[in-house]
């Protein structure tokens, strides 16, 4: 039975009508509890049918309505509003609660969670979780930025949440006690809302403040835990014993626990080290929630990958199109590059679209070592162009549509056309999921494939 008494008889907001604002009114509304909904856009949800949906729930929409603001006792927010605003800021009262639908889950239920968060990977990692954990028979659902809203689960009795968060799901973010929990890797990324990487990290470092076994990745010092918790650690290097790593034995890469051999690379269903990190990282967030290790490693032999992500699209050309549409970042490309670079045929890398004021420059040594042409694209070409070294053969187009029927020009038999933007798709699509869905029917249509 839910403890819902601190909701009670409070003057309720939900902020932002998306997945987890509706997610939030439909939890209040099977409670009887009374709300205001308001989001500034004017069609942010059909008013006909939410009256119909919410009959006793009041509506604003088209504005950020500062009155219903001012007098909320409890601001149920959605992760993508900047709270910084002034019409938001100015005028919640000092006695007001704000927090977020992952937090209001917490403050109800504490299901047992393994949560991840990072720049890179984060969606990758909490799918692999949430299929070892199905794989096992313990019943795992994956919620948060990923799967469904984590209140959509709160009257179900599931045995683990694999909880993917991102930056501003931890920002409100206080009650969670996770068996487990990362922070996989940090990279320049949503500075134009969080100002510096300095405060970028500080947000995700809150993650170990609510976890029994902080995972951390030896590789990336923003990964880093000095409090009194217990840890685990998974990297690339050879692990000491009670960690993870990557080894080499008798030729071939293997993942290790300690001296153990666990599966070689060659073996995984997924391509590229840093997805072989990524294994790591899950087998180490599942072996600290005490799952068994040898039936997570044959579990990972059956996991199929996420759409958009080092994606490989089926063409009938033998070139290797490489549909990467979820990097909306730097650090998101820079492991595509490094993951798919080989010495015997070219790699292209078409990037571009919003950079969401992010700092380039970290691809340079990267392309330098690895990519043979770069073509770009979209809002921020320019400032990827910046960063070519002069040695690599650079093209700007005008369009995915150009870059495509460019990439395929000047490419052949066995080479490699990575689609990995660096950038954020809002310049030219509804989100990365449409933009990756025409590069693959834009791959599929130059290489004459009627799959």
Not at 131 to 159: K, S
Not at 314 to 332: E, F, L, P, Q, R
Request: charged share 20%; aromatic share 6%.
């Amino acid at each position: 039975m839910l403890d819902l008494r601190f909701l009670q008889d409070k003057q309720i907001l939900v902020l932002g009508a998306g997945l987890s604002g509706m997610s939030c009114a439909k939890f209040l509304a099977n409670n009887q509890l009374n709300f205001d909904l308001n989001d500034s856009r004017a069609n942010a949800v059909d008013r006909e049918r939410f009256i119909n949906e919410f009959p006793r729930a009041g509506l604003v929409l088209g504005k950020w309505d500062t009155e219903l603001i001012a007098k909320a006792d409890i601001i149920l927010v959605s992760p993508g509003i900047d709270t910084s605003i002034s019409e938001i800021e100015n005028n919640v009262s000092p006695a007001c609660e704000m927090f977020g639908d992952v937090e209001l889950y917490y403050r109800l239920k504490q299901t047992p969670t393994i949560a991840i968060t990072g720049s890179n990977g984060k969606s990758t990692v909490v799918s692999l979780v949430a299929h070892i954990g199905n794989a096992l028979g313990v019943n795992t659902q994956l919620a948060g930025n990923i799967g469904v809203p984590p209140l959509d689960l709160i009257e179900q009795e599931i045995d683990f949440i694999a909880l993917e968060l991102s930056s501003f799901q931890l920002e409100t973010l206080a009650s969670m006690n996770a068996v487990s929990a990362t922070l996989l890797n940090l990279c320049d990324d949503h500075l134009d809302r969080h100002k510096t990487m300095a405060n970028y990290r500080n947000i995700k470092q809150r993650i170990y403040q609510q976890t029994q076994t902080a995972v951390v990745n030896r590789d990336d010092e923003a990964s880093a835990y000095d409090g009194d918790n217990k840890t685990l650690s998974f990297g690339t290097s050879a692990p000491n014993d009670g960690a993870f790593g990557l080894s080499e034995v008798e030729g071939k890469t293997y993942l290790m626990f300690g001296s153990e051999a666990l599966i070689s690379t060659d073996e995984l269903p997924v391509t590229g080290k840093h997805n072989a990190v990524n294994c790591l990282a899950a087998l180490a967030l599942g072996f600290a929630a005490n799952w068994p290790l040898d039936k997570m490693v044959q579990a990972l032999t059956s996991f199929e990958g996420l759409a958009h992500r080092c994606q490989r699209v089926m063409t009938t050309d033998s070139k290797h199109w490489i549909n990467d549409s979820k990097a909306t970042n730097v650090g998101a490309t820079i492991a595509a590059i490094e993951g798919l670079a080989n010495d015997e045929h070219k790699l292209i890398l078409i990037a571009g679209g919003q950079g969401k004021g992010a700092d380039f420059s970290p691809l340079t040594e990267v392309l330098n070592k690895h990519i043979d042409n770069i073509i770009v694209f979209g809002e921020d070409k320019s400032l990827l162009a910046a960063v070519v070294p002069q040695s690599i053969a650079l093209t700007d187009v005008a369009s995915l549509d150009e870059a495509v029927s460019v990439a395929n020009n000047m490419t052949e038999t066995g080479d490699t056309i990575l689609f990995s933007p660096a950038c954020a798709s809002f310049d030219m699509f509804k989100n990365y999921v449409e933009r990756g869905n025409a590069f693959t029917q834009l791959a599929q249509e130059v290489s004459q494939c009627k799959a």
